[in-house]
Protein backbone atom coordinates (compact mmCIF):
# COMPACT_ATOMS: atom_id res chain seq x y z
CA UNK A 1 0.00 0.00 0.00
CA UNK A 2 1.58 3.62 -1.21
CA UNK A 3 2.04 6.27 1.36
CA UNK A 4 -1.06 8.18 2.56
CA UNK A 5 0.52 11.47 1.94
CA UNK A 6 -2.38 13.66 1.12
CA UNK A 7 -4.25 12.18 4.01
CA UNK A 8 -1.86 13.31 6.34
CA UNK A 9 -2.32 16.65 4.95
CA UNK A 10 -5.78 16.61 5.63
CA UNK A 11 -5.38 15.32 9.50
CA UNK A 12 -2.87 18.46 10.05
CA UNK A 13 -5.56 20.99 8.71
CA UNK A 14 -8.18 19.03 10.96
CA UNK A 15 -10.32 18.06 7.45
CA UNK A 16 -10.59 14.73 7.62
CA UNK A 17 -11.19 14.70 11.84
CA UNK A 18 -14.80 16.44 11.06
CA UNK A 19 -17.66 14.19 13.09
CA UNK A 20 -20.33 12.40 11.24
CA UNK A 21 -23.96 13.71 11.66
CA UNK A 22 -26.42 11.58 13.20
CA UNK A 23 -29.78 11.84 12.07
CA UNK A 24 -32.71 9.75 14.80
CA UNK A 25 -35.48 7.76 12.86
CA UNK A 26 -38.16 6.39 15.12
CA UNK A 27 -38.51 2.61 14.89
CA UNK A 28 -41.31 1.52 13.19
CA UNK A 29 -43.62 -0.84 13.97
CA UNK A 30 -43.37 -4.41 12.06
CA UNK A 31 -46.74 -5.21 9.93
CA UNK A 32 -47.32 -8.46 9.49
CA UNK A 33 -46.68 -8.47 5.56
CA UNK A 34 -45.63 -10.33 2.49
CA UNK A 35 -41.87 -10.70 2.58
CA UNK A 36 -41.18 -9.44 6.31
CA UNK A 37 -39.59 -11.79 8.18
CA UNK A 38 -39.32 -12.24 12.20
CA UNK A 39 -36.47 -14.36 13.51
CA UNK A 40 -37.46 -16.06 16.86
CA UNK A 41 -35.40 -18.55 19.02
CA UNK A 42 -37.73 -21.04 21.58
CA UNK A 43 -34.58 -20.50 24.25
CA UNK A 44 -35.49 -16.88 25.12
CA UNK A 45 -37.59 -16.50 27.62
CA UNK A 46 -38.62 -12.79 28.72
CA UNK A 47 -40.50 -11.08 26.88
CA UNK A 48 -41.28 -7.26 27.35
CA UNK A 49 -44.46 -5.83 26.97
CA UNK A 50 -46.05 -2.75 24.98
CA UNK A 51 -46.19 -1.18 28.39
CA UNK A 52 -42.42 -1.46 28.92
CA UNK A 53 -41.64 0.31 24.57
CA UNK A 54 -41.06 3.30 25.95
CA UNK A 55 -38.26 2.23 28.18
CA UNK A 56 -36.25 -0.27 25.69
CA UNK A 57 -32.77 1.18 25.03
CA UNK A 58 -32.43 2.16 21.33
CA UNK A 59 -29.93 0.63 18.41
CA UNK A 60 -27.77 2.19 16.35
CA UNK A 61 -27.49 1.73 12.73
CA UNK A 62 -24.35 2.49 10.92
CA UNK A 63 -24.13 2.39 7.06
CA UNK A 64 -21.13 1.19 5.78
CA UNK A 65 -20.94 1.59 1.59
CA UNK A 66 -18.49 1.91 -0.86
CA UNK A 67 -14.89 1.15 -0.29
CA UNK A 68 -13.66 0.06 3.56
CA UNK A 69 -11.24 3.42 3.56
CA UNK A 70 -9.95 4.74 6.59
CA UNK A 71 -13.10 7.54 6.84
CA UNK A 72 -15.24 4.56 6.93
CA UNK A 73 -13.20 2.56 9.60
CA UNK A 74 -12.97 5.47 11.75
CA UNK A 75 -16.71 5.64 11.53
CA UNK A 76 -17.21 2.45 12.85
CA UNK A 77 -15.16 2.77 15.71
CA UNK A 78 -16.41 5.57 16.56
CA UNK A 79 -20.13 4.42 16.30
CA UNK A 80 -19.17 1.31 18.71
CA UNK A 81 -17.72 4.16 21.31
CA UNK A 82 -21.19 5.92 20.53
CA UNK A 83 -23.44 3.36 21.12
CA UNK A 84 -21.43 2.67 24.41
CA UNK A 85 -21.55 5.78 26.12
CA UNK A 86 -25.22 6.78 24.65
CA UNK A 87 -26.67 3.80 26.51
CA UNK A 88 -27.49 2.06 23.34
CA UNK A 89 -28.36 -1.67 23.39
CA UNK A 90 -26.12 -2.88 19.77
CA UNK A 91 -25.21 -1.29 16.55
CA UNK A 92 -25.94 -2.61 13.62
CA UNK A 93 -23.26 -2.43 10.18
CA UNK A 94 -25.54 -1.88 6.99
CA UNK A 95 -22.96 -3.38 5.05
CA UNK A 96 -22.14 -2.89 1.12
CA UNK A 97 -18.75 -2.85 0.56
CA UNK A 98 -16.78 -5.09 -2.22
CA UNK A 99 -13.08 -4.46 -0.93
CA UNK A 100 -10.52 -2.09 1.85
CA UNK A 101 -8.16 0.16 1.57
CA UNK A 102 -6.96 0.51 4.69
CA UNK A 103 -3.50 -1.14 5.73
CA UNK A 104 -3.76 -4.54 7.01
CA UNK A 105 -2.86 -3.56 10.48
CA UNK A 106 -5.97 -1.19 10.99
CA UNK A 107 -8.28 -3.47 9.42
CA UNK A 108 -7.30 -6.47 12.15
CA UNK A 109 -7.46 -3.85 14.59
CA UNK A 110 -10.97 -3.27 13.56
CA UNK A 111 -11.95 -6.85 13.65
CA UNK A 112 -10.32 -7.02 16.93
CA UNK A 113 -12.63 -4.25 18.05
CA UNK A 114 -15.78 -5.50 16.68
CA UNK A 115 -15.05 -8.79 18.28
CA UNK A 116 -14.44 -7.78 21.58
CA UNK A 117 -17.30 -4.52 22.28
CA UNK A 118 -18.83 -4.81 24.87
CA UNK A 119 -22.00 -4.31 23.19
CA UNK A 120 -23.55 -7.01 20.67
CA UNK A 121 -22.49 -5.80 16.59
CA UNK A 122 -24.63 -6.79 14.52
CA UNK A 123 -24.50 -6.98 10.36
CA UNK A 124 -26.80 -6.50 7.71
CA UNK A 125 -25.43 -7.31 3.76
CA UNK A 126 -28.18 -5.04 2.16
CA UNK A 127 -30.09 -3.88 0.60
CA UNK A 128 -30.75 -6.21 -2.24
CA UNK A 129 -28.31 -6.50 -5.02
CA UNK A 130 -25.25 -5.55 -2.08
CA UNK A 131 -22.04 -7.13 -1.64
CA UNK A 132 -19.53 -7.55 0.92
CA UNK A 133 -16.41 -8.76 -0.85
CA UNK A 134 -12.79 -9.39 0.09
CA UNK A 135 -11.67 -8.27 3.78
CA UNK A 136 -15.38 -6.63 4.47
CA UNK A 137 -16.89 -9.90 4.77
CA UNK A 138 -15.04 -11.09 7.30
CA UNK A 139 -16.37 -8.77 9.29
CA UNK A 140 -19.40 -10.97 9.18
CA UNK A 141 -17.00 -13.80 11.13
CA UNK A 142 -16.15 -11.56 14.36
CA UNK A 143 -20.31 -9.97 14.52
CA UNK A 144 -22.83 -11.10 16.83
CA UNK A 145 -25.55 -11.37 14.47
CA UNK A 146 -25.04 -11.34 10.86
CA UNK A 147 -27.90 -11.60 8.01
CA UNK A 148 -28.03 -10.89 4.37
CA UNK A 149 -31.33 -9.21 1.79
CA UNK A 150 -32.46 -11.43 -0.93
CA UNK A 151 -30.11 -10.90 -4.07
CA UNK A 152 -27.25 -9.77 -1.69
CA UNK A 153 -23.64 -11.79 -1.58
CA UNK A 154 -20.66 -12.35 0.10
CA UNK A 155 -17.29 -13.73 -0.56
CA UNK A 156 -14.16 -13.28 -2.01
CA UNK A 157 -12.55 -13.09 1.33
CA UNK A 158 -8.84 -13.70 0.70
CA UNK A 159 -6.69 -15.07 3.24
CA UNK A 160 -8.80 -14.45 6.60
CA UNK A 161 -7.04 -12.27 9.34
CA UNK A 162 -6.21 -13.59 12.79
CA UNK A 163 -7.90 -12.10 15.74
CA UNK A 164 -7.19 -12.95 19.15
CA UNK A 165 -4.36 -15.61 18.39
CA UNK A 166 -6.76 -17.57 16.18
CA UNK A 167 -7.65 -17.53 12.93
CA UNK A 168 -11.34 -16.46 11.77
CA UNK A 169 -13.38 -18.99 10.42
CA UNK A 170 -16.74 -19.31 8.78
CA UNK A 171 -17.06 -23.04 9.52
CA UNK A 172 -16.75 -25.22 6.48
CA UNK A 173 -17.98 -22.38 4.44
CA UNK A 174 -13.78 -21.26 4.50
CA UNK A 175 -13.01 -22.34 1.24
CA UNK A 176 -16.12 -21.43 -0.86
CA UNK A 177 -15.92 -18.00 0.61
CA UNK A 178 -12.07 -17.62 -0.12
CA UNK A 179 -12.47 -17.61 -3.88
CA UNK A 180 -15.79 -17.72 -4.09
CA UNK A 181 -19.23 -15.77 -3.05
CA UNK A 182 -22.47 -17.09 -1.85
CA UNK A 183 -25.79 -16.06 -2.07
CA UNK A 184 -28.08 -16.13 1.06
CA UNK A 185 -29.79 -19.75 0.41
CA UNK A 186 -26.12 -21.04 -0.37
CA UNK A 187 -24.96 -19.21 3.01
CA UNK A 188 -27.61 -20.19 5.44
CA UNK A 189 -26.74 -23.85 4.28
CA UNK A 190 -23.26 -23.55 4.98
CA UNK A 191 -23.78 -22.50 8.44
CA UNK A 192 -22.32 -18.74 7.49
CA UNK A 193 -25.12 -16.68 8.98
CA UNK A 194 -25.95 -16.07 12.70
CA UNK A 195 -29.76 -16.41 13.79
CA UNK A 196 -31.38 -15.86 10.56
CA UNK A 197 -33.49 -19.04 9.86
CA UNK A 198 -36.07 -17.83 7.55
CA UNK A 199 -35.28 -18.98 3.53
CA UNK A 200 -36.09 -15.08 2.57
CA UNK A 201 -33.19 -13.63 4.35
CA UNK A 202 -33.79 -10.63 5.91
CA UNK A 203 -35.12 -8.33 3.29
CA UNK A 204 -35.87 -5.06 5.99
CA UNK A 205 -33.08 -3.47 7.79
CA UNK A 206 -35.37 -3.06 10.93
CA UNK A 207 -35.96 -7.11 10.86
CA UNK A 208 -32.20 -7.13 12.53
CA UNK A 209 -34.36 -5.72 15.97
CA UNK A 210 -35.98 -9.26 15.84
CA UNK A 211 -32.79 -10.90 15.25
CA UNK A 212 -31.08 -9.49 18.00
CA UNK A 213 -33.94 -10.23 20.80
CA UNK A 214 -33.13 -12.33 23.24
CA UNK A 215 -28.83 -12.26 22.81
CA UNK A 216 -26.70 -12.57 25.66
CA UNK A 217 -23.35 -10.43 25.59
CA UNK A 218 -20.67 -10.25 28.74
CA UNK A 219 -24.01 -11.63 30.79
CA UNK A 220 -26.80 -9.16 29.59
CA UNK A 221 -29.33 -10.36 27.55
CA UNK A 222 -30.62 -7.58 24.97
CA UNK A 223 -34.91 -6.91 25.17
CA UNK A 224 -35.22 -5.09 21.55
CA UNK A 225 -38.94 -6.33 21.05
CA UNK A 226 -42.24 -5.54 22.43
CA UNK A 227 -45.44 -7.44 22.50
CA UNK A 228 -48.77 -5.35 22.31
CA UNK A 229 -52.54 -5.63 20.61
CA UNK A 230 -53.58 -3.93 17.80
CA UNK A 231 -57.19 -2.60 17.78
CA UNK A 232 -58.82 -6.04 16.80
CA UNK A 233 -57.31 -7.89 19.87
CA UNK A 234 -54.36 -9.40 17.86
CA UNK A 235 -51.05 -9.67 19.21
CA UNK A 236 -48.32 -7.35 17.71
CA UNK A 237 -44.63 -7.10 17.96
CA UNK A 238 -43.09 -3.58 18.28
CA UNK A 239 -39.15 -3.12 17.47
CA UNK A 240 -37.17 -1.00 19.76
CA UNK A 241 -36.36 2.51 18.17
CA UNK A 242 -33.09 2.31 15.63
CA UNK A 243 -31.31 5.60 15.55
CA UNK A 244 -29.50 5.59 12.47
CA UNK A 245 -26.41 7.23 11.78
CA UNK A 246 -24.00 8.47 8.47
CA UNK A 247 -21.31 9.80 8.18
CA UNK A 248 -21.05 13.88 7.74
CA UNK A 249 -21.20 16.43 5.28
CA UNK A 250 -17.34 16.76 5.19
CA UNK A 251 -16.66 12.85 5.77
CA UNK A 252 -18.52 12.03 3.06
CA UNK A 253 -17.35 14.07 0.46
CA UNK A 254 -13.88 12.67 1.41
CA UNK A 255 -15.21 9.27 1.05
CA UNK A 256 -17.31 9.69 -2.21
CA UNK A 257 -13.75 11.52 -3.94
CA UNK A 258 -12.40 8.18 -2.48
CA UNK A 259 -13.13 6.09 -5.06
CA UNK A 260 -11.84 4.95 -9.00
CA UNK A 261 -14.65 6.65 -10.63
CA UNK A 262 -14.38 10.12 -8.95
CA UNK A 263 -10.83 10.02 -8.53
CA UNK A 264 -10.30 9.59 -12.62
CA UNK A 265 -13.18 11.92 -13.57
CA UNK A 266 -11.53 15.07 -11.22
CA UNK A 267 -8.48 14.56 -12.46
CA UNK A 268 -9.30 13.74 -15.99
CA UNK A 269 -11.52 17.28 -15.68
CA UNK A 270 -9.04 19.32 -13.57
CA UNK A 271 -6.32 18.24 -15.71
CA UNK A 272 -8.00 19.73 -18.94
CA UNK A 273 -9.58 22.54 -17.47
CA UNK A 274 -5.98 23.92 -16.05
CA UNK A 275 -4.83 23.37 -19.78
CA UNK A 276 -7.34 25.25 -20.82
CA UNK A 277 -6.77 27.99 -18.58
CA UNK A 278 -2.89 27.88 -20.08
CA UNK A 279 -4.25 29.62 -23.28
CA UNK A 280 -6.57 32.07 -21.52
CA UNK A 281 -5.56 35.74 -20.36
CA UNK A 282 -5.74 35.99 -16.87
CA UNK A 283 -7.22 33.40 -13.99
CA UNK A 284 -11.21 32.60 -14.84
CA UNK A 285 -13.53 30.35 -13.34
CA UNK A 286 -11.95 27.40 -15.87
CA UNK A 287 -8.68 27.80 -13.26
CA UNK A 288 -10.12 27.97 -10.14
CA UNK A 289 -12.66 24.98 -11.08
CA UNK A 290 -9.58 22.76 -12.31
CA UNK A 291 -7.69 23.36 -9.05
CA UNK A 292 -10.37 22.40 -6.67
CA UNK A 293 -10.79 19.15 -9.18
CA UNK A 294 -7.76 18.17 -9.07
CA UNK A 295 -7.24 18.77 -5.09
CA UNK A 296 -10.39 16.69 -4.79
CA UNK A 297 -8.87 13.94 -6.94
CA UNK A 298 -5.52 14.05 -5.41
CA UNK A 299 -7.18 13.58 -1.82
CA UNK A 300 -9.23 10.61 -3.33
CA UNK A 301 -6.02 9.25 -5.20
CA UNK A 302 -4.33 9.16 -1.44
CA UNK A 303 -6.69 6.94 -0.10
CA UNK A 304 -7.19 4.34 -3.07
CA UNK A 305 -4.01 1.99 -4.52
CA UNK A 306 -2.09 3.74 -7.69
CA UNK A 307 -0.20 2.76 -10.13
CA UNK A 308 2.30 5.13 -9.88
CA UNK A 309 3.43 4.23 -13.84
CA UNK A 310 0.08 5.23 -15.23
CA UNK A 311 -0.04 8.22 -12.92
CA UNK A 312 3.08 9.18 -14.89
CA UNK A 313 1.50 8.28 -18.37
CA UNK A 314 -1.58 10.10 -17.50
CA UNK A 315 0.41 13.52 -16.93
CA UNK A 316 2.55 13.00 -19.73
CA UNK A 317 -0.35 12.11 -22.01
CA UNK A 318 -1.60 16.02 -20.87
CA UNK A 319 1.53 17.60 -21.92
CA UNK A 320 1.11 15.92 -25.38
CA UNK A 321 -1.90 17.24 -25.48
CA UNK A 322 -1.23 21.17 -24.63
CA UNK A 323 1.51 21.01 -27.19
CA UNK A 324 -0.97 21.10 -30.03
CA UNK A 325 -2.92 22.87 -28.29
CA UNK A 326 -0.76 25.84 -28.28
CA UNK A 327 -0.21 25.69 -32.17
CA UNK A 328 -3.98 25.53 -32.72
CA UNK A 329 -4.05 22.21 -34.83
CA UNK A 330 -4.49 18.39 -33.27
CA UNK A 331 -1.34 16.76 -35.34
CA UNK A 332 1.12 14.00 -33.63
CA UNK A 333 1.46 15.13 -30.15
CA UNK A 334 -2.53 14.90 -30.15
CA UNK A 335 -2.70 11.62 -31.15
CA UNK A 336 0.18 10.76 -28.75
CA UNK A 337 -1.69 12.35 -25.60
CA UNK A 338 -4.92 10.08 -26.63
CA UNK A 339 -3.08 7.01 -26.67
CA UNK A 340 -1.54 7.47 -23.60
CA UNK A 341 -4.35 8.64 -21.75
CA UNK A 342 -6.27 5.54 -22.76
CA UNK A 343 -3.28 3.31 -21.23
CA UNK A 344 -3.37 5.83 -18.01
CA UNK A 345 -7.31 5.00 -17.91
CA UNK A 346 -6.65 0.94 -17.91
CA UNK A 347 -3.42 1.01 -15.54
CA UNK A 348 -4.44 3.94 -12.79
CA UNK A 349 -5.36 1.92 -10.10
CA UNK A 350 -4.10 -1.06 -8.78
CA UNK A 351 -6.28 -4.52 -7.78
CA UNK A 352 -6.97 -5.01 -4.19
CA UNK A 353 -7.62 -8.52 -3.96
CA UNK A 354 -9.88 -10.40 -6.34
CA UNK A 355 -11.64 -6.79 -6.65
CA UNK A 356 -10.59 -4.71 -10.11
CA UNK A 357 -9.76 -0.68 -8.74
CA UNK A 358 -11.31 0.21 -12.26
CA UNK A 359 -13.53 2.64 -12.84
CA UNK A 360 -17.02 1.87 -14.24
CA UNK A 361 -17.65 1.34 -18.30
CA UNK A 362 -19.76 4.64 -18.48
CA UNK A 363 -16.89 6.56 -16.73
CA UNK A 364 -14.40 5.59 -18.75
CA UNK A 365 -16.22 6.28 -22.08
CA UNK A 366 -17.26 9.29 -21.00
CA UNK A 367 -13.81 10.67 -19.86
CA UNK A 368 -11.61 9.24 -22.90
CA UNK A 369 -14.86 10.69 -25.17
CA UNK A 370 -14.57 13.77 -23.68
CA UNK A 371 -10.99 14.45 -23.63
CA UNK A 372 -10.77 13.13 -27.21
CA UNK A 373 -13.80 15.55 -28.32
CA UNK A 374 -11.95 18.45 -25.97
CA UNK A 375 -8.70 18.01 -27.35
CA UNK A 376 -9.07 17.55 -31.05
CA UNK A 377 -11.75 19.83 -31.58
CA UNK A 378 -12.51 22.34 -28.54
CA UNK A 379 -9.29 23.58 -27.37
CA UNK A 380 -7.59 24.12 -31.16
CA UNK A 381 -10.66 26.38 -32.06
CA UNK A 382 -10.56 28.06 -28.85
CA UNK A 383 -6.85 29.24 -29.46
CA UNK A 384 -7.50 29.87 -33.57
CA UNK A 385 -10.30 32.27 -32.67
CA UNK A 386 -8.51 33.49 -29.69
CA UNK A 387 -5.14 34.35 -31.27
CA UNK A 388 -5.23 33.77 -34.56
CA UNK A 389 -8.47 35.58 -36.20
CA UNK A 390 -8.64 38.58 -38.11
CA UNK A 391 -10.59 40.59 -35.66
CA UNK A 392 -7.43 40.04 -33.38
CA UNK A 393 -4.98 39.62 -35.36
CA UNK A 394 -1.48 41.42 -34.75
CA UNK A 395 -0.93 44.25 -36.62
CA UNK A 396 -3.75 46.28 -35.68
CA UNK A 397 -2.95 45.67 -32.09
CA UNK A 398 1.06 47.10 -32.02
CA UNK A 399 0.76 50.93 -31.36
CA UNK A 400 -2.52 50.34 -29.33
CA UNK A 401 -3.31 51.76 -25.62
CA UNK A 402 -3.78 50.18 -22.36
CA UNK A 403 -3.60 49.91 -19.13
CA UNK A 404 -1.59 46.90 -16.67
CA UNK A 405 -4.41 44.35 -14.87
CA UNK A 406 -1.87 43.93 -11.87
CA UNK A 407 1.81 44.62 -11.80
CA UNK A 408 4.13 42.96 -14.65
CA UNK A 409 7.41 42.54 -14.07
CA UNK A 410 8.74 41.31 -16.23
CA UNK A 411 5.19 39.15 -17.49
CA UNK A 412 1.68 39.92 -16.42
CA UNK A 413 -1.64 40.91 -17.69
CA UNK A 414 -2.83 43.96 -19.57
CA UNK A 415 -6.57 45.46 -20.99
CA UNK A 416 -6.68 46.35 -24.28
CA UNK A 417 -9.93 47.81 -25.65
CA UNK A 418 -11.78 46.38 -23.14
CA UNK A 419 -10.03 42.53 -23.49
CA UNK A 420 -7.32 40.93 -21.29
CA UNK A 421 -4.34 39.82 -23.41
CA UNK A 422 -0.84 38.13 -21.51
CA UNK A 423 2.04 41.03 -21.12
CA UNK A 424 5.23 41.13 -21.43
CA UNK A 425 7.95 44.33 -20.34
CA UNK A 426 11.97 44.89 -20.64
CA UNK A 427 12.53 44.24 -17.14
CA UNK A 428 14.19 48.06 -16.80
CA UNK A 429 10.32 49.40 -17.39
CA UNK A 430 8.42 47.58 -15.23
CA UNK A 431 4.75 48.33 -14.88
CA UNK A 432 2.40 48.71 -12.19
CA UNK A 433 -1.01 48.20 -11.53
CA UNK A 434 -3.28 50.41 -14.02
CA UNK A 435 -0.57 52.28 -15.33
CA UNK A 436 -0.80 53.04 -19.01
CA UNK A 437 1.20 51.09 -22.11
CA UNK A 438 1.56 50.81 -25.35
CA UNK A 439 1.74 47.55 -27.21
CA UNK A 440 5.16 47.64 -29.27
CA UNK A 441 5.23 44.40 -30.71
CA UNK A 442 3.75 40.60 -30.69
CA UNK A 443 5.58 37.41 -29.83
CA UNK A 444 3.32 34.48 -30.22
CA UNK A 445 0.49 35.03 -27.72
CA UNK A 446 2.25 37.31 -26.06
CA UNK A 447 2.24 41.20 -26.30
CA UNK A 448 5.13 42.95 -25.74
CA UNK A 449 4.60 46.15 -24.24
CA UNK A 450 6.13 49.54 -23.06
CA UNK A 451 5.10 52.41 -20.51
CA UNK A 452 3.30 55.53 -22.08
CA UNK A 453 6.26 57.27 -20.54
CA UNK A 454 10.05 56.10 -20.67
CA UNK A 455 9.27 53.50 -22.95
CA UNK A 456 12.35 52.24 -25.38
CA UNK A 457 13.81 54.85 -27.30
CA UNK A 458 13.98 53.20 -30.70
CA UNK A 459 10.29 52.37 -30.65
CA UNK A 460 9.36 56.06 -30.04
CA UNK A 461 11.35 56.95 -32.99
CA UNK A 462 10.39 54.18 -35.16
CA UNK A 463 6.42 55.74 -34.43
CA UNK A 464 7.77 59.04 -35.30
CA UNK A 465 9.25 58.76 -38.74
CA UNK A 466 6.30 56.30 -39.29
CA UNK A 467 3.68 59.41 -38.53
CA UNK A 468 6.28 61.34 -41.16
CA UNK A 469 5.90 59.27 -43.67
CA UNK A 470 2.18 59.31 -43.46
CA UNK A 471 1.90 62.99 -43.74
Known amino acids: ?????????????????????????????????????????????????????????????????????????????????????????????????RAAVVS??????????????????????????????????????????????????????????????????????????TNGSLGFLEAREQGVLKFSTDDRGVPVLRNMLFALDGLTVNGKQLNTVVDGLDESGQVVREATTARFFKLGLVPRLLHTVASPASAYLLISAGLALLIFELFTAGIGVAGLVGAVCTVLASIGMSYVPINETGLVLLFIGMV??????????????????????????????????????????????????????????????????????????????????????????PNGTVNIDGAEWRARTNRATPLSDTQGLRVVAIDGVTLEVEPLEGGARDYREMRKSGDVGSE
Open 104 to 177: EERFVNLLTQVAEASIPIGVWVGPSGSRAYGAPAQLLAVADVTAMAPGARIGYTGTLKKVGGEVLSFGKADDLL
Open 1 to 97: MRPRRMRRWLLAVGLAGAAPVAGLIAGTDIVHAEGVVEISRPHVNHRATATDSDELAPVDVVEVSGLLDDILVDEIESAIDRATTQGSQAVVLQLNS
Open 320 to 409: AFAVDVQVGVPRLWTGVGLVLYIISSFTLFEPVGAHVMRPTWITLVTCIGGIALTFIVGMPSMTRTRFATPTIGREWLIGREGVAVGAIN
